[in-house]
């Protein structure tokens, strides 16, 4: 029964951090459509509009890797890492953990750091390419938890976030749909940051 439950969380852990990222995604390139544009130009120009998005392009896909690194960013979709246990008393930076002290670490401060982004709250995928064009990666960026006890899914839901959003955005366009004014991308609470809940006008492309 034990290990039924613990696949129980897993898969319950996998799919709603998933579906809450391409949530996510789908809602800022609905806000800031000139993104939208540039992904789906690079998406044209190195897969095509026929031939199925895969692994093996992402290297050749910058702007698409900066988008969804800016998304994730910017969404917080796990805002906190898992509880620690400190396992004897720790001196660290001048404070004083003793020993059996739960331990959070807020990823959220750290993806809203003024003195490393400077812009924190505005989505702008430049900041992940770097002088030649190329994708870039942070030492300060964490997505899924850090040290021996990240994420065993981590590659797993980069790589399905990876597929989703580029295989929906190579056939659809998508725009808010009439009469829906322009939500607030903070997200909302639950087992982990949902994104908020609007109405969204799907075009084929």
């Known amino acids: 029964?034990?290990?039924?439950?613990?696949?129980?969380?897993?898969?319950?852990?996998?799919?709603?951090?998933?579906?809450?990222?391409?949530?996510f995604t789908i809602g800022y390139l609905t806000l800031v459509?000139?993104?939208?544009?540039?992904?789906q130009k690079e998406l044209d120009r190195v897969i095509g509009k026929d031939n199925l998005p895969s692994l093996s392009s992402r290297n050749s896909l910058p702007y698409l890797n900066?988008?969804?690194?800016?998304v994730?960013?910017?969404?917080?979709?796990?805002?906190?890492?898992?509880?620690?246990?400190?396992?004897?008393?720790?001196?660290?930076?001048?404070?004083?953990?003793?020993?059996n002290y739960t331990i959070?670490?807020?990823?959220?401060?750290?993806?809203?750091d003024v003195d490393h982004w400077g812009d924190p709250e505005v989505f702008r995928p430049e900041r992940f390419i770097d002088a030649s064009g190329q994708f870039i990666h942070f030492g300060d960026f964490?997505?899924?938890?850090?040290?021996?006890?990240?994420?065993i899914g981590e590659t797993l839901a980069k790589n399905s976030h990876f597929l989703f959003i580029a295989y929906l955005l190579q056939k659809f366009k998508f725009a808010l749909a009439p009469g829906?004014?322009?939500?607030?991308?903070?997200?909302?609470?639950?087992?982990a940051l949902a994104p908020p809940i609007f109405?969204?006008?799907i075009t084929k492309r």
Request: glycine fraction near 8%.
């Open 72 to 99: 994730l960013r910017l969404a917080n979709i796990g805002p906190t890492t898992i509880p620690h246990r400190a396992t004897k008393d720790t001196l660290l930076n001048g404070y004083v953990i003793k020993k």
């Open 33 to 39: 459509p000139e993104v939208q544009d540039k992904v």
């Open 180 to 191: 829906q004014s322009r939500p607030s991308m903070t997200g909302m609470d639950g087992f």
């Open 1 to 23: 029964m034990q290990l039924i439950a613990l696949l129980k969380d897993f898969f319950a852990a996998g799919v709603d951090t998933t579906n809450n990222s391409i949530g």
């Open 104 to 112: 959070l670490a807020n990823l959220m401060s750290v993806h809203q």
């Open 142 to 151: 964490y997505l899924c938890l850090v040290g021996r006890r990240k994420c």
């Open 66 to 70: 900066a988008t969804l690194a800016e």
């Open 199 to 201: 109405k969204v006008l």
